[in-house]
C-alpha cells in the first residue's frame, strides 16, 4: 500500500479527528498511487495516524479511519450497519408511514465521499469522491446484506457528482434489482422519486421535518413554492388544510412531476396549481395573494469564489418576497450552499428585511435532520440553513 508523509506539525487536525488531508499538509508520497486508491498517512515520524482514499486535489486523502485496519468487505459492512441502526434509532427506518431517509451522509457517517437514499426498496448511492467509485461494488455488495429484506433494488448515480478531470466514463445505472416501481413514502404522503434523471438522488429527502413543520402551519393560509422541484413542499401544504397552493419552477419537466405527485395524494384537488417560469419573473408579476411563501432556491454557490453574488441573490430574492407577502404572513427560506454560513444567510435575510421595511420576528431556525447528521470533528458538514419568519 503507497505511503503518504505529512509534513512536521500538519497532523494535528487529524489528531483531532478532522477527516480530510490537504494537499499542502504533504511532505512526500512513498509510491504512486492511483486517484481513489486506499493510502496509509504517516506523520513526519512515521507514526500512523489514518487510511483513505487518495485523490487529486486540494483535498488529496479523505480519511476512512484512524484505526490501522483493512478497507474490505468487513469495513464496508460494519460502517453501513452502524448508519442503519442509527437511522432505526432515530426512527426514520423501519417506520411504517415513512421509507424515505438518508441512510449515509458522507463524513457524517465516516464515509466521506459516499451517500446513500432509500426509497421503499430502492437504495440510489452516489460517488463524490473517486475512492467511493473505484469501491461501488464493493459497497453495494454490503449496503445489499445489511439491508436485506428492506432493500432489493441499488441504483448507482454518480454521472455529475464525479470529478470530471479523473475521466472515470461513468455511467448510471443499476448495480442490483432494476425495479422500475418509483413511489416512495413520506411521513405518509407519497410520491414519485426520478433517480434516472433528476436532481441530487431524485428527491430533496433533507428537508422532511421542515416540510412536516410548514404543514403545521399551512390552515387556511394561500401558500406559494418557489422552486417546488417536485413539490414536496406543496403537499404538505394540502395535507395541512391550504386554502390554495402554488408551486413555481423553472423547470417544466419539475412542474409535470409535482403535479403528478400531488394528483397521486389529492387526485382531482381543485386547491393547486403548478407554473413552469422563472422564479424572479413569477415574484415580480404576482400580487399579494400569498400570505405563506417558501424560498427552497437551489444552491447559488458551490465554492467560495461565488459567494458574493449568491449573498446578493438571497438578498433580492427574499427582498421581493418581504414585499409581496401579505400581512401577517409567515416565510419559510433556505440555503442549501455548503460555503454560505449561517451568519451570511442571516444577514442577507436580515438586509432584505430592513429593504422591506416590515416588521419581522424570527419563529424558527432550520437545520438539516437528524439522518444527514454532522460529524462533531467536521463542522463543513452542516450546509442547510433555515429561517421561518412572521412578517407583519
Known sequence: MNTVYLKKGKEESLKRFHPWV???AIHHIEGDPE???VVRVLTADRQFIAIGHYQIGSIAVRVLSFVDEPIDEAFWHRRLAIAYDMRRAIGVAGNPKNNTYRLVHGEGDNLPGLVIDVYGRTAVVQAHSVGMHVYRHEVARALADVMKGVVENIYYKSETTLPFKADL???NGFILGGSADNVAMENGLNFHVDWLKGQKTGFFVDQRENRALLERYSKDRSV???FCY????????M????KLVHSVDSSAKAIDLTNKNVELNFP???????????AFKYLDRMGDQYDLIILDPPAFAKHKDALRN???GYRKLNAKAFEKIKPGGILFTFSCSQVVTKENFRTAVFTAAAMSGRSVRILHQLTQPADHPVNIYHPEGEYLKGLVLYVE
Open 35 to 37: 486517484e481513489g486508491e
Open 224 to 226: 406559494l413554492n418557489m
Open 268 to 278: 382531482g384537488d381543485p386547491r393547486h396549481t403548478a407554473y413552469a417560469e422563472d
Open 239 to 242: 395535507r395541512g388544510g391550504a
Open 310 to 312: 449568491a449573498l446578493q
Open 22 to 24: 490537504f494537499s499542502g
Open 169 to 171: 466514463g461513468q455511467e
Open 230 to 237: 417536485t413539490g414536496g413542499f406543496s403537499f404538505y401544504a
